[in-house]
């Protein structure tokens, strides 16, 4: 079976970092583009970053540009998401996903982020 399994996240304080890491299982995902979106409370989930398996083309949301860095690992089926410069508006669950036919249909169970001011 085809998991995602998000991990990394925690409580920092604003100005410091965290490396979130996402699992891919059950077969590889070397077509596909992986996403990290987030959740906060009350509001949509809202996308993060992204990046193609093959190619390693990113996108960012705006308001993460600079402070935050998508990345992978193909050996290891792995996408991570390195922040940076963390503010207090970051606080969310964070989830990855996984982009086929151009909609996201395979997410994981999220990881908290708690960024403190």
């Known amino acids: 079976q085809v998991q995602l399994v998000e991990s990394g996240g925690g409580l920092v304080q604003a100005g410091g970092s965290l490396r979130l890491s996402c699992a891919a299982s059950g077969r590889t995902f070397s077509n596909y583009v992986m996403g990290w979106f987030r959740q906060a409370p009350g509001k949509e989930r809202e996308f993060v970053a992204s990046?193609?398996?093959?190619?390693?083309?990113?996108s960012y949301e705006d308001s993460v540009k600079g402070r935050f860095t998508i990345s992978r690992d193909n050996a290891k089926n792995t996408v991570y998401l390195q922040m940076n410069s963390l503010k207090p508006e970051d606080t969310a669950v964070y989830y990855c996903?996984?982009?086929?036919?151009?909609?996201?249909?395979?997410w994981g169970q999220g990881t908290q982020v708690t960024v403190s001011s």
């Open positions: 990046i193609t398996w093959g190619a390693g083309s990113t």
């Open positions: 996903g996984r982009r086929r036919f151009g909609n996201y249909d395979l």
